[in-house]
């Protein structure tokens, strides 16, 4: 897991940071993993996003209706 941090505020900057120093058990971990398996969140838009770090293109109401 990895925490993003896109804040403005550096007592959030902190609190990011502060969550590298969490350590999971292995039940929490085997929670996560039923919760949310490996290449669940897989897909063209995840690797565009780790490639290039585009966000997607903002969508109006009107347009989103169109869909």
Do not use: C, F, H
């Amino acid at each position: 897991m990895t925490a993003i941090p896109g804040t403005k505020r550096r007592r959030y900057l902190e609190e990011n940071a502060a969550a590298a120093t969490v350590r999971l058990e292995p039940a929490d971990l085997e929670r996560l993993e039923a919760a949310v398996p490996a290449g669940a969140a897989a897909g063209q838009r995840t690797a565009a996003v780790r490639a290039y770090g585009d966000s997607p293109e903002l969508v109006t109401q009107d347009e989103r209706r169109q869909l």
